[in-house]
């Protein structure tokens, strides 16, 4: 083991590439500290001893969803009695309620509502625009580029462009999930599979529009599923350099069809952010998302191999409603904290990783 740890050590020192094989044998390690040390050290060389995180916001506009996904806890049918369609003047409510706060980033993403049309989304984007002209919309799945596209017989590039003129800025790279036809066919049987989200993607990063990548683990998936995630992405990465940051998501399956599944542990928190540090060598900025895996555990992965604890959010709905059990929001004093008393430099950024003064 230790020989195989050296050569992977040697390829990080030499900047070589690693393997489908070397993701297989790091996940199969139990040496975290080690998988650790060669993660945080790529980090450093990225991006020194800085830690970033966003003000950022968060806005559901819809937990009304036609496709069921398994793993899901948000989704509702338009008849429940939980679920929700904020109207144009509900989205104003919510961007004022917030006015005054320093926000940079607004991530909007919501289900696929049949009741809502092209309108409904070109004058949301428009409403927020002309409520924070200089906010970053981060908003859209590939899943709700799709729907889009197919809901209004247009092209991809036809549905991108007109959401781009109404003012969205990123994506925030989440629907992908594993990307395995067999997890597909299992759990999110009605989502569009991996080959359709690497198309819109790419159409995406073609546009000039950058997102961010996802990969929701600890449910079903195997780790050689995992890994070929990784270098899926990092094959599109090469393509179009479009991808911002790596979030890995640490799936939560209290009120889900997959509620028999025990919650991811620490270790295996800190080793997919390890490991995607590791594999995803043409990526900037891999996310510890607090959200997910707790505020202490996200401030420990700071230290293997993240760099970004994604940020202040406010009031976050989707993870929560599957048993989250952080908060629904930090203050920037509170990521502050977090970071400095790590050892190292907060940042304040905006979407596109630009410091905020």
């Not at 729907?147 to 036809?158: A, K, P």
């Not at 991996?194 to 529009?209: F, M, P, Q």
């Not at 683990?217 to 270098?231: A, D, M």
């Amino acid at each position: 083991m230790k020989t195989k740890y050296n050569e992977i050590k040697n390829k990080i020192d030499n900047n070589e590439r690693l393997n489908f094989d070397d993701g297989i044998f790091l996940y199969n390690s139990n040496n975290i500290i080690q998988t650790g040390l060669l993660a945080d050290k790529v980090k450093r060389k990225f991006n020194g001893d800085k830690a970033y995180y966003v003000y950022n916001q968060h806005l559901n506009y819809t937990n009304i969803c036609k496709n069921k996904c398994r793993f899901c806890a948000f989704a509702n049918d338009n008849d429940d009695s939980s679920s929700y369609t904020f109207s144009i003047e509900k989205i104003k409510e919510e961007i004022l309620k917030n006015i005054n706060e320093p926000i940079t980033e607004l991530h909007v993403v919501g289900g696929l509502n049949p009741d809502l049309d092209l309108k409904y989304f070109v004058n949301m984007l428009k409403t927020i625009k002309e409520l924070r002209p200089n906010v970053t919309i981060k908003a859209f799945t590939a899943v709700e580029i799709d729907y889009l596209s197919v809901s209004n017989s247009m092209t991809i590039e036809e549905t991108i462009d007109i959401l781009k003129k109404a003012g969205l800025d990123m994506l925030p790279g989440g629907g992908a999930e594993v990307m395995s036809d067999r997890v597909h066919d299992e759990l999110f049987p009605e989502k569009i599979g991996k080959g359709r989200w690497l198309e819109i993607i790419e159409k995406v990063h073609n546009a000039g529009i950058v997102t961010n990548a996802t990969m929701l683990y600890g449910h079903i998936e195997t780790i050689e599923e995992r890994v070929n995630h990784l270098i899926q992405l990092r094959d599109l990465q090469d393509k179009t350099n479009g991808f911002s940051a790596f979030i890995p998501l640490a799936f939560h399956s209290e009120n889900t069809r997959l509620s028999h599944i025990d919650p991811t542990t620490a270790y295996d928190d800190l080793k997919n952010i390890s490991i995607a540090r590791l594999m995803l060598d043409n990526f900037d900025h891999i996310k510890a998302y607090w959200v997910m895996i707790g505020e202490k555990l996200a401030q420990l992965a700071l230290h293997f191999g993240a760099d970004d604890l994604d940020g202040t959010i406010i009031e976050e709905k989707i993870t929560h409603t599957a048993g989250a059990k952080s908060a629904k929001g930090l203050t920037r004093e509170k990521m502050i904290k977090l970071i400095e008393s790590s050892g190292l430099t907060p940042v304040e950024r905006d979407s596109f990783y630009n410091e905020v003064i």
